[in-house]
């Protein structure tokens, strides 16, 4: 199994959000049919964000999306322009309680951030994994060189515990191992490198960063490997004492398709796990596991993760 190292150590208010326009054309242009394996598409839509929040607002050196965990990281950004997703052409919408659904544009830590609130699970989106990833090739497009990611993930490895923060090392992708793998058609080589190396998918001085600004916190800091399995529904016990047998250390249903992409685009990545619930191993036993259990762990634990983060990009070198 994945070794999980353990303790490595032992606001600015938002300016107002862009006014709501639910005008016929800006439905429809909302509407208006995007190909996320189209690259000429891609551009049109980093195009209209530009358009919209104007040239050097969208301009950014840093993304985060801000899953289950870091929720409250967008409401620290400072001189912050709020983009919501239904204004974004060819966007996907968001149904997933918790997730807000804005682009967030500003600074946070001296650096040039944009913020997703909401992400695309691809279980929402009918496994359409280059759909669900198109916001990271925007942010591409946008000008980004780093991406943070967080989720909310079960516990697999025994010292896990609710509340609890693991840096992810790697990751085991299994629905790109059944061939839902979001590079499938995308086939214009401006996107990239068709054939994707991601022995280093989660940048190693980004992670000794992290670790060292966490022995300086006092922050408890698990390293260790996720797994993404396709969902909504939860794991079964015989499925979690898999991934425990194969290395994983925590599960949840999102993430890899996006840092996937990400190397594709030679963004450096930064992933976390914020640990919401024990995974259960014994089939005899009953456990019922809810999102609203899931929802309540990642709020309380949501700001200290997020100070946590800031604190790292404060430190981070473009």
Do not use: W
């Not at 190909?35 to 598409?41: G, Q, S, V």
């Not at 923060?165 to 085991?172: P, S, T």
């Not at 990239?192 to 966490?214: E, T």
Request: proline share 4%; charged share 20%.
């Amino acid at each position: 199994m994945g070794n999980c190292t353990q303790k490595l150590t032992t606001s600015t208010s938002l300016s107002p959000a862009m006014e709501n326009n639910n005008s016929p054309t800006n439905a429809a242009e909302h509407n208006q049919k995007i190909d996320p394996r189209n690259y000429d598409d891609v551009l049109s839509v980093a195009a209209s964000i530009r358009e919209q929040v104007g040239e050097d607002v969208a301009r950014a050196d840093l993304g985060i999306i801000c899953g289950s965990g870091l929720g409250p990281i967008g409401d620290t950004v400072q001189d912050a322009t709020i983009l919501p997703y239904s204004k974004i052409p060819g966007f996907p919408t968001t149904h997933v309680v918790g997730h807000k659904g804005n682009m967030i544009f500003g600074k946070l830590g001296g650096k040039k951030v944009v913020c997703l609130q909401g992400r695309f699970h691809p279980y929402e989106h009918n496994m359409d994994l280059a759909l669900c990833t198109l916001p990271v090739r925007v942010m591409h497009q946008l000008g980004i060189k780093i991406m943070i990611v967080s989720n909310a993930a079960g516990g697999i490895n025994a010292v896990l515990r609710h509340g609890d923060l693991m840096l992810i090392k790697d990751h085991i992708f299994l629905p790109a191992l059944a061939g839902f793998s979001p590079l499938v058609g995308c086939n214009d080589p401006r996107f990239g490198a068709r054939f994707v190396s991601v022995h280093d998918a989660y940048d190693k001085q980004l992670r000794q960063l992290a670790i060292d600004v966490g022995r300086r916190s006092d922050m408890t800091l698990y390293e260790g490997v996720y797994v993404m399995s396709g969902g909504p529904q939860y794991e079964s016990p015989a499925e979690v004492s898999l991934f425990k047998t194969v290395g994983a250390d925590a599960l949840g249903m999102s993430t890899c398709h996006e840092v996937t992409v990400a190397r594709q685009c030679g963004i450096k990545v930064l992933g976390f796990s914020l640990i919401t619930n024990i995974a259960n191993l014994d089939a005899d036993a009953s456990v019922e596991v809810s999102h609203e259990e899931v929802m309540d762990i990642a709020q309380q634990a949501g700001e200290r993760a997020s100070r946590f983060v800031s604190d790292i990009i404060t430190e981070i070198t473009l």
